[in-house]
């Protein structure tokens, strides 16, 4: 059989044969960046039509009741909570992921008054790192920055907060929950995980390992679109003192009383700042439905065998040529293959001229995202045909790959 | 002539006629609710289409320099600018009316080191209110509540921000903005001016009055849907010192070079956060098209002549049944007109059984927004016609309009 066919029993054999058609994917792309922008789901664009011309045009004002706009950000957050195994009420859905990182961060710190460290990773998105620092500086804490194969050397009985990205954004390299949760629960440190790169592609268990607070983004692998609100949990036992400060009028307990003071309402709410963004939820919500009966575990059999099989090929058809940055171990390992290799700009561009859409990390990182939803091992095996053909023919030395554009 | 071809008449004279016809409103409603949800422009529906399957579907992550998703907070903020009478540069559009209040109070008292005092009004917008206390116990601040008409005499030279909603969300009063904002900076503060009810209703030239920060939502009279995101304006002479607490990646220097240090970028960029909502700014980019080539003055004219125009038919028609809380003086009035009766509630509900949406606003009054793109004489001739069948019938003493739901 030949290696391709292999590729094609596999997907025959998969859990999620046929997932793929809930998506519009362009015709010639093989699209490794569902880790930056998922692909666009079916679906979304008819709810978007029926919200904007429906609800919003001859609803209008009624829609906040008659379409259930109020209720939004929770019935998102519920469906969420559902995809990430968490209980009902305990996730909210309404700002950036920078935003719901400076709601959650300062309320997680307000709950141990006394400390004055957070932990952080050096190898953490910049964004959570840029805001814990603003996050100490106005409550007047420290950070510290650890090593992220040692962070559990960093922990004492000073530290108030552990932030940690999951799956690394550069690496694909993965964090164990459960022991590093439990380590930060031992020095009375509470624990926040970004998952960012985790809903959607990878199973985590935050109820078993007793994690505090966890925000992530719906634009990756939940496929809500570009700029999509990001999505924060609160565990339960945290709701009565949540005690956040972009305390805005809908997580009043009474918004429409119109009080002068402020009385934050029972339950995950607290953690609402303004206005909910309808469109923006109503996408979200339309998006999730490409993961209806989908089970966690083929999710995860899914986006294993597609990264094991990437690395697989990369390494007999072009060996010594990438260092392979992604763990092997498929316990420490997330849903993409990072490469590096110095010239990975001009490597990606000439990709992407090819119709393989992966991305680039400085300073030297090749990243591929596999979206098990939507990518297929005959995409793997392809992907891998035309990075050989670009590395035989030298592609990446023409001057077009060379001028680096920004992409998020 | 009879009082209805009266309002026909000086609709033909308008220089806005025909305006309403880049909106689509639905028939058998006569819409005063705008300044609470605007109504669907037309090319609103098409542009998300566009954006959601062409730009995303088919662009994919590409799109964020193809499409020119990257630049979009800062191509909206420049059209919002202009419909401003704002400088090129000075506005910025990414996250809710609440976060945005946040961001911007936070970035202007950090301008007033030493002082401790931010004034507020007591009829301010409860947000507005709510995020200033924050602001005020994150930075060690205290809030003075000053009596709406008097607010001059609450300042002194402990105050290092003067925060007021240019037009009043109950009642429509609308403050002299050259005069406070003059005021405030004599005691050494600075103005921020909440123009939620303000933007794409009511000229106001803050450039003149040297104000320092703004921020208005785009959901009322600029009509970019429901949870639009809102717009901060910061004058340029702050631009070089702006320390905003929001301080995600998407306000770095240099974003995609993804360091652990943060460097804000220069200029009103400095205000972002995290990843911009495409959607969201896609609607509103759209939804400022129908503002093409309209003059502000004839848009205040326009306002003018209909809020005159309802409070003289109410006056007649319905003497003594009503108080206007609204100014009468031209100067001091925003686009609303507020009327007060104990069954304010119950009026709202009655008119809107009959197609004339307006809302309720605790305790006792009925608000009436008058957006000027889209409202004739005739409809105002038509909704106080309606408004004398409700009063006469007393519909307002039918049990279903007992029932009080929330409404934005």
Redesign the interface.
């Known amino acids: 059989m030949s290696p391709r066919d292999a590729a094609l029993e596999l997907d025959a054999a998969s859990a999620l044969r046929g997932r793929r058609d809930h998506f519009?994917l362009?015709p010639g792309?093989i699209?490794l960046?569902g880790n930056?922008?998922g692909?666009?789901p079916h679906g979304?664009?008819e709810r978007?039509?029926h919200v904007?011309?429906e609800?919003?045009?001859?609803g209008?004002?009624?829609?906040?009741?008659t379409a259930g706009?109020?209720d939004l950000p929770r019935r998102v957050g519920d469906r969420v909570a559902a995809l990430l195994d968490l209980p009902e009420g305990t996730v909210w859905v309404?700002?950036?992921?920078?935003?719901s990182?400076?709601k959650t961060m300062v309320a997680a710190c307000r709950l141990r008054p006394g400390r004055d460290v957070i932990v952080l990773e050096?190898a953490?998105?910049?964004?959570d790192?840029?805001?814990a620092?603003?996050v100490a500086r106005?409550?007047d804490l420290e950070l510290r920055?650890a090593e992220s194969d040692r962070v559990e050397e960093y922990l004492d009985d000073r530290v108030a907060l552990v932030c940690l990205t999951h799956v690394d954004f550069?690496t694909g390299a993965m964090f164990d929950v459960d022991r590093v949760t439990a380590r930060a629960h031992e020095v009375g440190a509470l624990m926040l995980w970004d998952l960012c790169h985790t809903a959607g592609a990878v199973p985590v268990d935050l109820v078993t390992a007793g994690a505090d607070f966890a925000v992530g983004?719906s634009?990756k692998y939940l496929n809500a679109?570009?700029?999509?609100?990001?999505f924060m949990y609160a565990a339960r036992e945290h709701h009565a003192h949540l005690d956040q400060?972009?305390?805005?009028?809908?997580s009043?307990a009474r918004?429409?009383?119109?009080?002068?003071g402020?009385e934050p309402v029972e339950g995950v709410g607290r953690l609402a700042?303004?206005?909910?963004?309808?469109?923006?939820?109503s996408?979200l919500d339309a998006a999730l439905d490409a993961f209806e009966g989908v089970d966690p575990g083929d999710l995860r059999a899914a986006s294993l065998s597609l990264t094991d099989l990437f690395i697989r090929l990369v390494e007999e058809r072009l060996p010594g040529v990438f260092e392979v940055l992604t763990p092997r171990e498929h316990a420490r390992r997330g849903s993409q293959v990072s490469l590096r290799h110095p010239e990975a700009y001009a490597i990606v561009s000439a990709l992407?001229a090819r119709g393989v859409?992966g991305?680039f990390?400085?300073p030297d990182v090749a990243r591929f995202g596999f979206a098990p939803l939507y990518l297929t091992h005959a995409d793997v095996y392809d992907a891998v045909d035309h990075l050989v053909g670009v590395m035989e023919g030298r592609e990446h030395d023409r001057p077009e790959h060379a001028v680096r554009?920004?992409?998020?």
Do not use: K, Q
């Open positions: 519009r362009p792309t699209y960046d930056s922008l692909a666009l979304v664009a978007l039509a904007v011309t609800e919003w045009g001859r209008l004002i009624a829609s906040w009741n706009w109020i309404s700002d950036s992921t920078s935003v990182l400076f050096r953490t998105f910049p964004t790192g840029y805001i620092a603003s106005m409550l920055w550069r983004c634009y679109g570009p700029g999509s609100p990001a400060p972009l305390s805005g009028w809908m009043h918004p429409f009383d119109m009080e002068l402020y700042s303004g206005t909910p963004p309808i469109l923006a939820l996408a992407i859409v991305d990390r400085t554009r920004a992409v998020t």
